[in-house]
């Protein structure tokens, strides 16, 4: 038999209904599996070796008693919350995020260990993080991904049943496909980012990384919702996500964008992703090519974008409040010390380039350029949905790469975000599925784009497109 | 060389809404520091802004009763910088989308109407407090958050005293809309002023100072009075005005330098991504108008037509929201065909009373009746005027009613001839040479008789009839 | 548009962030690069398209005015670096 902490939430559940299995036995199994693998992959924080409660819950609901991972960037009420940051040392907060509370009604375990991240989900390797990086599962040398790394790795490796991730560049789907696990980048507005510590408020999303696409379904069903605390959320019915695991894609309109399948793709990649969008045909689906114009511009506009709204977010953390201060006889030092302490290179980066983006006399030149070709990206998605019914991509160019291979050239590493980005920009939702190995043995990830709140259709055609593969069954040597 | 004064104001109102602008914390003054603080209005991280439905509403109102053309879209903004008294080390403001613009003003200015403008009306929210200490700062954001509006005049006020007056005329409408305290010396109203000099006639404006720190309309008046002589004497010695921000040291009654000018700040304003924005249609607008109370002019305009009072007069009781009502409620209580009668009352022995109590009309603790029976007594002549206002003043002070104090006093006049005739014999055999005078054409000496009486009866003779006894019985 | 010493000196002013003489070499090479290839926006014929700030067509949200319970002070402050009484407490304000 399986040990519990292979399987997925579903499979649990079944087991827990039955009452073949103990709640207890769950977690015992995925901290005996975290006692073996995490000093090597490290896809937790703070983790101090020993077995820690969950956080209270209600004794019922639909997930009870499956233990649910965190990414450390969600706040967790008297939990630390760290986003993986030096500032942010020791910081207790006294709520919950939203999606905390829905999990909590809905009687998941919280699990106490947090996932690691890139500080403040500024990246897309793990390399990042405070408290050093987290390893690929497939290949120790190489990176999980970014920012969620943690919580794809911790779920790849099976040291999670699921986990939430953020995000918002790519930061679940892009570490999902390095890892060989499911991620889901909801459509902006679907659920709430209250208590999500902001990177980009227009462009942030908290979603599932999980090892199925039924889990996705399954979770994104729970945090999904109105919440009158987010202006930004939407207030529209969630639909019951698992009925659109049917498997009926015969007749659906996929388009494939031309502009998706040049520049710098690794031609593994390529016969990967033209193999799948083949497997897809097969099974009903009408594919054509189709056009998205401005998406050579979607990594340069993002990058002003995202860095101007977190130049503004970063702002609160000066030592004033909550978390880490630098000694100093006055406050414009204490400021300046502070943050020059407490943030990593790529923090100071991404707050240093918003700054300047938003600054006098480089506003118009860059911030508000970019919102504007912000919009045309959003038309292109626009034109193309009228006749589509989702789009279809890789999630990333090439594989997971080597840890340290991209450090030294952060524009290389921005440029490995160059298929997530768009769907951020654009605020529709996406999803990446395994979809094949390198002969490296390392997971390709299949991307699909549909319209705002049609999360539907990306479950409708990844589960036919997973029911119909084994790859997703596939589990790392360990 | 002769110079002209430009004076801007910009006004800064706190809403009195119950909760803040973008959280559910209750605003009620005089707590303990940071126990009126919530995770949002602390900026915690993952907190996220929703704004506060009735701050608009109240917003709106302003604006319309300003006559501002309301923005059909409008938002917020980011104005980044640190301080530490401003949580998220930015204040949610707006900048190019202002919730309105060019409304207009009406003062009087050397008793002409005139125009001033407001560029714009836009919604913000406060800062918190901080308290300096020899070695430390101390932060309560219990303040933090309070929504705010920010009332911004063109530069067409040309003195101190139009200054004033523009404060005085826009705290009483906002008063009347019952949207925010405006009370300077708890900080609910606070006004900076921009103040330049410029040769009379000239286009283009003077280096001008922004002064701070007044906390009354007095001291805002005085500083710009203060400024106008600084200017004035910097300008006609030849001395290079710089640009700078002063500070209204009232002790002293100068104001003081604070900062010269560093270069502009640089706030890098963006629109706020965690706020939507708002969408003002003609409906909402037209809705909200037609809720808006009558506002002091229009208010100074019924009283001038339907009672018949002055402008000077009107303007005075409409000033105030309170004493309009309570000066309405009297004139339509008084049965008289003359309402100039209850008004002169009004804006007379009333205000008079409250000045000398430094209170307001309507916080005279007098009940109108008693009002109406004393001003009725006096008609019917049962009482002097002289003998009624001392019973108005004791009336205020012990709350009896006027019956038993004129009674207590014995303050009833005398119009019984009778009586009247035995004071005037009393008098005319104490007064011969008077009455000789009289007889020989003086009519000066009857006020002197006259008066004789009055004094003889301790003021309570009816002095017309006393006049009029006279007249007949020297005749 | 390139990015010399000085304006990174004075963005990192604007940001509160101190930088050691080589963080700002370094960054400023950096920022240099990232900008040269962010650039690659500037051809674009953007004039007659309108900036999106806001991807969602949601507007007017707005919460009723009514309280909800605050925090305690000691919860406020519980994270405090610094605090005085019910005060936070940062050091000597010289502008």
Request: overall charge neutral; some cysteine; aromatic content about 8%.
């Amino acid at each position: 038999m399986m040990d519990l902490n292979q399987l997925t939430a579903h499979e649990l559940l079944n087991k827990l209904k039955a009452k073949e299995i103990s709640p207890e036995s769950i977690s015992e199994s995925l901290y005996a599996r975290i006692h073996k693998v995490d000093p090597k992959i490290k896809a937790y924080v703070r983790n101090k070796g020993q077995q820690e409660a969950p956080l209270k819950s209600q004794p019922n609901g639909l997930l009870k008693d499956v233990p649910i991972t965190i990414k450390d960037n969600i706040c967790t009420e008297g939990l630390s919350t760290e986003c993986c940051s030096k500032i942010l040392e020791g910081f207790h907060p006294p709520y919950d995020a939203t999606v905390i509370s829905k999990l909590k009604n809905s009687g998941a375990q919280i699990f106490s260990l947090k996932a690691n991240m890139d500080e403040f989900a500024f990246g897309s390797s793990t390399e990042n993080s405070y408290f050093g990086a987290t390893a690929n599962p497939w290949n120790l040398g190489h990176v999980p991904g970014g920012s969620s790394g943690g919580s794809a790795a911790a779920v790849a490796a099976d040291e999670a049943i699921w986990a939430l991730g953020s995000d918002t560049g790519g930061s679940i789907r892009q570490p999902a496909s390095f890892c060989g696990v499911v991620g889901l980048k909801p459509t902006y507005g679907r659920v709430s980012r209250f208590g999500l510590i902001a990177f980009a408020s227009s462009l942030d999303q908290i979603g599932p990384i999980t090892k199925d696409v039924e889990d996705a379904a399954i979770l994104a069903g729970i945090i999904s919702g109105y919440d009158p605390k987010d202006s930004t959320s939407i207030n529209k019915d969630v639909p019951d996500y698992t009925k659109s695991l049917n498997g009926d894609i015969k007749g659906l309109k996929i388009g494939i964008p031309k502009e998706y399948f040049v520049q710098g793709m690794d031609p593994e990649v390529k016969s990967i992703i033209e193999e799948a969008i083949n497997k897809l045909k097969s099974l009903g689906a009408d594919s054509k090519q189709v056009s998205l114009p401005h998406t050579e511009y979607a990594v340069p506009v993002y990058y002003i974008i995202a860095t101007a709204e977190a130049s503004s977010n970063l702002a609160r953390f000066d030592g004033v409040q909550y978390g880490y201060r630098a000694k100093s006889d006055n406050l414009i030092d204490m400021y300046k010390q502070t943050r020059a302490e407490g943030f990593g290179e790529e923090a100071k980066r991404r707050i240093l380039l918003g700054t300047f983006a938003l600054s006098h006399g480089y506003y118009d030149a860059y911030y508000l350029r970019a919102l504007k070709v912000r919009t045309l990206i959003k038309q292109d998605f626009d034109r193309v949905f009228g006749d589509f019914d989702c789009i279809v991509t890789p999630t990333c160019p090439t594989a997971a790469f080597k840890i340290g291979e991209k450090t030294q050239d952060p524009l290389k590493m921005y440029l490995s975000d160059i298929y997530t980005i768009s769907v951020n920009l654009a605020g529709i939702p996406a999803i990446s599925i395994p979809c094949g190995f390198t002969k490296a043995g390392l997971p390709i990830g299949l991307q699909i784009m549909a319209k705002p709140f049609d999360e539907e259709m990306l479950f409708r055609v990844a589960h036919a497109f997973e029911q119909s593969t084994d790859w997703h069954k596939v589990k790392p040597k360990l | 060389m002769k110079y002209e004064t430009v004076i801007g104001l910009e006004v800064h109102l706190q809403l009195k809404t119950k909760t803040k602008a973008f959280c559910g914390c209750a605003i009620d003054f005089g707590q303990p520091p940071n126990s009126n603080v919530c995770p949002v209005c602390l900026g915690f991280p993952g907190t996220l802004p929703v704004y506060n439905k009735e701050a608009l509403n109240y917003a709106i109102k302003v604006a319309l009763a300003f006559d501002c053309q309301i923005q059909e879209h409008t938002k917020f903004d980011r104005k980044n910088y640190f301080y530490p008294d401003l949580p998220k080390n930015y204040q949610i403001s707006q900048y190019d989308l202002p919730l309105s613009r060019q409304g207009h003003m009406m003062i009087t200015s050397k008793d002409a109407p005139k125009r001033i403008g407001i560029t714009r009306i836009h919604l913000e929210e406060d800062a918190g407090k901080l308290i300096h200490e020899a070695d430390a700062s101390l932060v309560d954001f219990n303040r933090t958050g309070i929504p705010l509006l920010e009332i911004v005049s063109e530069p067409d006020l040309s003195s101190p005293q139009e200054a004033f007056d523009y404060l005085t005329g826009l705290k009483s409408i906002v008063e009347y809309l019952d949207v925010s305290d405006c009370d300077m010396e708890k900080g609910s109203l606070r006004c900076d002023a921009n103040i330049s000099l410029r040769p009379e006639g000239a286009k283009e404006l003077g280096v001008k100072t922004e002064l701070k720190n007044m906390n009354s309309f007095k001291g805002v008046k005085d500083a710009l009075v203060f400024e106008v002589s600084r200017q004035t004497e910097l300008l006609q010695s030849n001395q290079a005005m710089v640009q700078e921000t002063r500070l209204w040291d009232a002790d002293g009654g100068r104001t003081i330098v604070m900062r010269s000018k560093e270069g502009a700040k640089d706030y890098r304003y963006f629109p706020d991504p965690d706020l939507a924005v708002f969408i003002i249609d003609q409906p909402m607008i037209a809705k909200i108008k037609s809720a808006l109370p009558e506002l002091p002019q229009e208010k100074l305009r019924r009283f001038v037509r339907d009672y018949s009072l002055t402008e000077y007069d009107a303007g005075i009781l409409v000033s105030s929201k309170g004493d309009a009502e309570f000066s309405e409620a009297c004139i339509q209580k008084y049965q008289g065909h003359d309402k100039k009668i209850m008004v002169n009352w009004l804006i007379g022995p009333l205000l008079s009373e409250a000045n000398s109590r430094k209170v307001k009309l309507h916080e005279l603790k007098l009940d109108k009746n008693e009002l109406l029976s004393l001003i009725g007594l006096v008609e019917k002549q049962e009482i002097s005027l002289l003998s009624a206002k001392s019973v108005l003043t004791q009336a205020i002070d012990t709350q009896k009613p006027v019956q038993v104090l004129i009674k207590e006093g014995n303050l009833s006049q005398i119009s019984n001839t009778d009586l009247l005739q035995q004071i005037i014999e009393t008098v005319i055999a104490e007064n011969t040479k008077s009455v000789d005078d009289f007889k020989a054409g003086k009519t000066n000496a009857l006020m002197f008789l006259v008066g004789q009486v009055m004094k003889k009866s301790a003021g309570k003779a009816n002095p017309k009839i006393v006049s009029d006894l006279i007249n007949r019985r020297l005749s | 548009m390139s990015i010399d010493k000085e304006t990174v000196k004075h963005i990192a002013h604007l940001a509160r962030i101190e930088l050691q003489p080589n963080e700002l070499e370094k960054l400023s090479l950096q920022l240099h690069d990232i900008l040269g290839f962010i650039d690659k926006i500037s051809g674009l014929d953007i004039d007659k398209v309108s900036p999106t700030s806001h991807i969602l067509p949601v507007s007017n949200v707005l919460r009723d005015d009514y309280p909800h319970v605050s925090l305690p002070a000691e919860k406020a402050l519980e994270n405090a670096p610094s605090k005085k009484g019910n005060f936070f407490s940062v050091p000597k304000i010289i502008e």
